[in-house]
């Protein structure tokens, strides 16, 4: 349930980079992240801290509430 | 102002918390945390990771959309 819930995140998070146009490498660089480590956020392997996610949501700037909202669904 | 983020956040919770008439030590234990690291939480202390706000939300029987809505205000 929580494990589905981190990759109903990712989902969002990758739909939103996809909307943009932006590729997993421009969005990790744009983070300052590397490209394996975002693709695993977008997976939902990573259980990333508030501030995390936070700042990859002003990067595909869309509000963290709506990621989560999309996750809660 | 990501500082002030986890303020928010925090706020939210305890708000929420006290809309319950739940004490830190009742939301501690529910969570099986030490009531200081609950309430540090509480106090915008600690970036938490996104199953652990989660959690708290659950136990304090709210969206996590909602508290991180209020957050973003």
Known sequence: MQESFLHQIGQ???SR????????????QRLGM???YY???ERGLKDVRIKT???????LD?????????AEQ
Chains 1, 2 share one sequence.
């Open 12 to 14: 969002a998070l990758r």
């Open 17 to 28: 980079r996809e909307e943009l146009g932006m590729t997993q490498e421009e969005a990790a």
């Open 34 to 36: 590397h490209r394996t």
């Open 39 to 41: 693709s695993s956020i």
């Open 53 to 59: 996610l936070r700042r990859i949501c002003e990067k």
């Open 62 to 70: 869309v509000r963290m509430r709506t990621v989560v909202g999309k």
